[in-house]
């Protein structure tokens, strides 16, 4: 089982107090199967949450719930009651992520999506404005723009595309002919699913890493056993024929936990976690290791420790030698 990510996490404890309101004296039992989570994950969810507050934490600022026993109750909710209410900012970027997976064939339902377009512009008028507006530039939002709207011409034609794609495990850049599918989007990555010439198989390209596309004149042909990908447990699936690594992260270094699938994952008491992650190519998980810069360290298995240890010694070479030049 993978750990719970923030991404997963965060709306649920935001959802929780709420809940538990309109249910004073709810089973834990009833609760996690409503949540669709363990109660193991449900009582350290409300652990959290009965330790927000401001500094000082006085009984006007945290949240007081009883779930000692087999009930849950909820004496203070610290406000959490009330609904939330968007800044001008938030609004707007909630308006666009509506817009586009509204545009996105095959990602969601689109009455539902324009639905809630609707809603959420009827309210942009009464939100307030924000102080400070932090943005992300990443690639994921300059890059998908441009190259979703010819993919979506191609899907419109049934036609093939010619990519250009950076793989990140071989950390390789290829050009590829391949047929549409479909476009996808899963946990907030868009992807382009088609059969994949060069490879012969169904492949998932996400669209951040596409660096160009060309539309061709010719038919897309995907064969007749090319099928959609399950992706309702997201787009990495563990195998037991990859490779398990076990890890010690210092504290700067737990975001490997959330960003990336990982079959276990324990707190340690000086703020490290120890976990186990699945990878299926060791190339790719020596330059994540590397690139961490010797905030994770490598228990298991030891042919892996050995490799990092030997890639960061050559680097140190390189660089000393590089320096004796100067």
Known sequence: MTVDSAQN?????????????????????????????????????LELLWMCGLPGYGPGD???????????????????????????????????ALRAVGETPG????????????????????????GVAVGLAGRENQTTAEVRE??????HRGVAVRIRYYTVSRDEISERVVDPMRLVLVDGRSYLEAWCRRAEGV??????????????????????HAEPTDLS???FRAREDQGA???????????????????????????????????GDESWMVRLLL??????RVEEPASLAGLVAERAALALRRAKAAEARV
């Open 203 to 224: 492949r998932l390209f996400r669209l951040d890493r596409i660096d160009e596309v060309t539309v061709l004149d010719e038919r897309a042909a995907p064969p007749p």
């Open 62 to 96: 945290l949240i007081d719930i009883s779930f000692e026993g087999e009930t849950i109750t909820v004496a203070f909710d610290a406000g959490m009651r009330r609904p939330l209410r968007l800044t001008a900012e938030e609004a707007t970027a909630l308006l666009v």
């Open 233 to 235: 447990d997201g787009v």
């Open 291 to 296: 690139g961490q810069g010797g905030r994770v």
């Open 245 to 279: 690594a076990v890890l010690l992260l210092d504290a700067d270094a737990r975001w490997i936990a959330e960003y990336y699938p990982v079959e276990e994952a324990a707190d340690l008491p000086d703020g490290r976690m120890r976990i186990v992650m699945r990878y």
């Open 9 to 45: 996490r965060l709306p649920r404890l935001l959802a929780l107090v709420p809940y538990l309101l309109a249910r004073p004296g709810i089973p834990v039992a009833d609760a996690a199967e409503d949540f669709g989570i363990t109660e193991k994950q449900l009582r350290r969810d």
């Open 150 to 155: 010819p993919i979506q011409a191609a899907l």
């Open 107 to 130: 990602v969601a339902d689109t009455d539902a999506v324009q639905r809630a377009l609707a809603k959420v512009e009827a309210a942009v008028g009464n939100a307030k404005p924000a």
